[in-house]
T-cell receptor, first 113, second 113 residues
């Protein structure tokens, strides 16, 4: 069974640009979560999608947005990139409506120059 | 809102010895799950062990076991016979139905040969 996949592995952008990160959940999982992990730090919750709907979002500005597609894959968009957006972005998936175990992808390393 | 606290930013243990990582949480829910996740230096986050709040018996997975104290809202992880491959960041996490996962700040574990 394929795990959670994320693309790209690495992404380098400059200040002010936009970044798009992608995530494919495990087959059968309807919930997708996005986290930001700055170097050496913990996970900061960004967004949670389930069945195509945004269920919750963390304390991040509106330039962080995303969506979930009918096949349950998801995109995270970051507009007007700032230097402090440089981080590892982790995607996780689970069966519906949390409670169950989250399975994590390998992450996308975003570097903003 | 639920919170998860890990009071030990860093821990070290001698190979083959036992180490205990601490976690406390705050919730008003009666039914929830608790998790310990491991993030090795290669960054892929994996589940170590899971505890269901309604189960009084502490979960065990080979060398990993938990001490779940529901009244005290404490959920510690014990690693027995520590191995070099146990070196990683360990995150305690909480989830309840319909709520997004909440992660603690993490404990960096070093294993000394």
């Amino acid at each position: 069974e394929a795990g959670v996949t994320q693309s790209p592995t690495h992404l380098i952008k400059t200040r002010g640009q936009q970044a798009t990160l992608r995530c494919s959940p495990i087959s059968g999982h309807t919930s997708v979560y996005w986290y930001q992990q700055a170097l050496g730090l913990g996970l900061q919750f960004l967004l949670w999608y389930d069945e195509g709907e945004e269920r919750n979002r963390g304390n991040f500005p509106p330039r962080f947005s995303g969506r979930q597609f009918p096949n349950y894959s998801s995109e995270l968009n970051v507009n007007a990139l700032e230097l402090e957006d440089s981080a590892l972005y982790l995607c996780a998936s689970s069966l519906a409506l949390a409670l169950n175990e989250q399975f994590f992808g390998p992450g996308t390393r975003l570097t903003v120059l | 809102a639920q919170t998860v606290t890990q009071s030990q930013p860093e821990m070290s243990v001698q190979e083959a010895e036992t180490v205990t990582l601490s976690c406390t949480y705050d919730t008003s829910e009666s039914d929830y799950y608790l998790f310990w996740y491991k993030q090795p230096p290669s960054r892929q986050m994996i589940l170590v062990i899971r505890q269901e709040a309604y189960k009084q018996q502490n979960a065990t997975e080979n060398r990993f076991s938990v001490n779940f104290q529901k009244a005290a809202k404490s959920f510690s992880l014990k690693i027995s016979d520590s191995q070099l491959g146990d070196a990683a960041m360990y995150f305690c996490a909480y989830s309840s139905y319909g709520q997004n996962f909440v992660f603690g700040p993490g404990t960096r574990l070093s294993v000394l040969p």
